[in-house]
C-alpha cells in the first residue's frame, strides 16, 4: 500500500468527510495523488486540481508552500518584513488566503490582506506589492483553468511573479511530502492587518496613465460594448473603470458577477473563441460589434469583434501586434522604446519597432520574465508594451503581471480612434500594418492529454520532434533545429524568416506547437498552415 496515502488515512488531522473522500479513490488514483514528490513550480506558480493527496491543493499542502514562501522571505529579506495577499473566486481560495496569513504570521511576516479578505485583480495585487512596499505575495489563483484548479502564485518585491531561481529555493524549504501532516502553525494575529480601499482606488487612478488619445473618447450611450469578466474578480471592478472613461460598457449579467463553480461560464479563458458564447448572442441583441472578456483573475483580456458580418477572436499575438503599432505611431518618446515579449510570440512586431528605431527584447514564456525584464531596465529606455501569444498584455509600468483593465482601456481607446475611419482591429493588420510590414500568419495549436500522469506523455512528444531528420516539412525547408533553452523550447527555423516552435506547459497537460509564419500572400500561409497542421496531427497521433 501507498505509504503517504495510509498516513493520511489514519491522521487525526484529517476531518471524516476527507478520509471519505480519499477511500474512495482507485489504486492508480492513489498513487497519483499520493506520491513521495514534491509540487513544483511552473510557467506561472504551482496549479494543480483541489482535493486531498500530496499532489492536489489543500490546506496541508497549502500550508507547506507557504511555510516555505516565508521561510526563504526571511532568508532573503529578514524578519519583520510585510507580503501582501490576495485571492481570486475559485471555491475554497478565501479559506487559503487566510491560512497562508496565517502560516506566514507564525514565522513573524506581516501580512496585508485586502478589506474583509475580499477577492481581488492579479493586476490589483502587484499593484498593492509595489504601492505598499512589501517584499512580496502571493495569490490564491489557478487563472483561467478550470473551476476544480486551485493555484499558488508567488511574487517578489518588485510586484512580478518570482523566478526559477527564487522557485528552486522556496522548494528546498518544502516539507517532503511524508512530513507535510507534521507541519504546525501558531498564527501571530497582530501580524495580520487588512488594507483599505485607498490601493485600489489609487490603481485606478494610476491606470489611466494608460490612454494616449484622450480626447478621441466621446461621451454618450451609443454604440455598446459587451464584457464577461467569467464570474471573476473583476466583475464589480472592471465595469466601472472602464464606464469612468466614458466607454458604453455593458455587463454580460449571467456572467458578470462572482461564482466559485464559474456557474454560467463552462469555458472561463478568453483565449478560447467558445468562452464568448454568450457575449455574442448578447451583442447581437443590441446590434453591437465589439466584445471584451477576461478571465477569472483578470490578468488575461481578450477581443472579439464582428468583421464583415462574421465574429472573429482577435489573437493574443495580433493584440500585441496593434498595442506594438498604435503606441509607436502616437506616443512621443525621449527614450528608446523597447516591447517586451516571448520567444513563441510574434516576430512581426520586430520589423515595426526596428522602423521606430527601438528594441524588441525576448523572453522565457511566462509574465514572470516579462516583469522582470521591466524592473530590469527601469527608466533607461521606454516603456511601450508587453505580450504573449497566449493573450495577455502589460501596457504599463504601475505594476508586473499581466493587467486587464489597462489592456482593455487601451483596446478601446484603440477602437474608438479607428471607428471613426471605418476600421476595426481587422482592417488595422491588413490595410495598415501587413501591407508594411509583410504578411503574417501567427497560430499556436494546443494538444491537451487527459491522463493522470501526463508529463510522461508530453515530453514523448517532444522527444520525437527533437529526432526529426528530414530538411523539409510539407513543402517548406527546415533550415535548422535548435532547442532555445532560455525559451524552453525547440525551435524549427524555415525560410523568410518563418519558424515553427514546440513547447510543454509548465502548468497544464498540454502540448503547444506555435507558427510563425512570413510571405507575400496570406492565402498561401493559409494553405502552407493547413498542410503543416494535418502533417503534425499525423505525427503526434492526434
Known amino acids: 500500500m501507498n505509504h503517504i496515502y495510509k ?123 509595489r504601492e505598499t512596499k512589501s517584499v512580496g505575495g502571493l495569490i490564491i489563483t489557478a487563472s483561467h483553468n478550470p473551476k476544480e484548479y486551485n493555484g499558488f502564485k508567488a511574487y517578489a518585491d518588485d510586484g512580478g511573479q518570482i523566478l526559477p531561481d527564487a522557485a528552486n529555493q522556496i522548494s528546498t524549504f518544502l516539507n517532503k511530502p511524508k512530513d507535510i501532516l507534521k507541519l504546525e502553525c501558531k ?20 491606470a489611466r496613465v494608460v490612454l494616449i488619445n484622450k480626447k478621441e473618447i466621446k461621451h454618450g450611450k451609443y454604440d455598446p460594448i459587451m464584457l464577461t469578466t467569467h464570474h471573476g474578480t473583476a466583475s464589480k471592478l472592471l465595469p466601472q473603470f472602464l464606464k469612468s472613461l466614458n466607454f458604453n460598457v455593458k455587463p454580460i449579467k449571467s456572467q458578470t458577477f462572482f461564482s466559485p463553480t464559474f456557474v454560467n461560464s ?36 481578450a477581443v472579439c469583434l464582428k468583421h464583415q458580418g462574421q465574429w472573429r477572436l482577435i489573437s493574443g499575438n495580433e493584440m500585441g501586434i496593434i498595442y506594438t503599432y498604435y503606441c509607436l505611431k502616437n506616443r512621443h518618446f525621449t527614450k528608446t522604446p523597447y516591447v517586451i515579449s516571448s ?57 508586473r503581471d499581466k493587467d486587464s483593465f489597462t489592456a482593455s482601456a487601451l483596446a478601446l481607446e484603440i477602437r474608438e480612434v479607428y471607428r471613426k475611419k471605418g476600421m476595426d482591429f481587422v482592417d488595422i493588420l491588413e490595410k495598415e500594418i501587413y501591407p508594411k510590414y509583410g504578411q503574417w500568419f501567427g497560430k499556436t495549436v494546443s494538444f491537451t492529454y487527459d491522463v493522470l500522469d501526463w508529463k510522461p506523455v508530453v515530453k514523448s512528444k517532444m522527444d520525437l520532434l527533437k529526432k526529426y531528420k528530414h530538411n523539409t516539412i510539407g513543402d517548406l525547408k527546415i533550415k535548422k533545429i535548435l532547442w532555445n533553452k532560455i525559451g524552453d523550447c525547440l525551435e524549427w527555423h524555415l525560410d523568410n524568416d518563418s519558424w515553427i516552435k514546440f513547447r510543454l506547459s509548465g502548468t497544464e497537460p498540454k502540448f503547444k506547437i506555435y507558427y510563425n509564419l512570413f510571405g507575400d500572400d496570406m492565402s498561401i500561409l493559409l494553405n502552407q498552415y493547413n498542410k503543416l497542421d494535418l502533417l503534425f496531427k499525423q505525427m503526434l497521433g492526434v
Open 187 to 206: 498564527p501571530n494575529y497582530k501580524l495580520i492587518k487588512y488594507l483599505s480601499n485607498s490601493v485600489i482606488n489609487n490603481y485606478l487612478r494610476s
Open 266 to 301: 463552462p469555458i472561463s479563458n478568453p483565449e478560447d473563441f467558445n468562452s464568448f458564447d454568450q457575449s455574442i448572442k448578447e451583442a447581437d441583441k443590441l446590434d453591437s460589434d465589439f466584445c471584451i472578456g477576461v478571465d477569472p483573475d483578470a490578468d488575461r483580456m
Open 7 to 129: 498516513e493520511w488515512l489514519n491522521s487525526s488531522k484529517l476531518t471524516l468527510i476527507e478520509k471519505k473522500a480519499i477511500k474512495k479513490l482507485s489504486i492508480k488514483e492513489r498513487d497519483t495523488y499520493f506520491p513521495n514528490e514534491l509540487l513544483t513550480f511552473g510557467t506561472a506558480g504551482v496549479r494543480g486540481k483541489m482535493g486531498m493527496g500530496t499532489a492536489r491543493m489543500n490546506r496541508f499542502t497549502y500550508a507547506n508552500l507557504a511555510n516555505a514562501y516565508g521561510r526563504y522571505i526571511i532568508k532573503q529579506h529578514g524578519l519583520n518584513k510585510t507580503i501582501v495577499i490576495g485571492h481570486d473566486n475559485r471555491l475554497n481560495s478565501d479559506k487559503f488566503a487566510i491560512l497562508c496569513a496565517e502560516l506566514l504570521s507564525s514565522l513573524g511576516i506581516k501580512v496585508l490582506l485586502f478589506a474583509n479578505n475580499q477577492l481581488m485583480p492579479t493586476p490589483i495585487v502587484s499593484y498593492a506589492i
Open 343 to 399: 520567444y513563441v510570440s510574434t516576430y512581426l512586431i520586430d520589423r515595426i519597432v526596428k522602423a521606430y528605431k527601438g528594441k524588441v527584447y525576448r523572453t522565457g514564456t511566462g509574465f514572470k520574465w516579462m516583469g522582470a525584464k521591466v524592473t530590469e531596465i527601469g527608466n533607461r529606455e521606454s516603456f511601450v508594451v508587453a505580450f504573449e501569444e497566449a493573450i495577455g498584455a502589460l501596457n504599463t509600468t504601475i505594476n
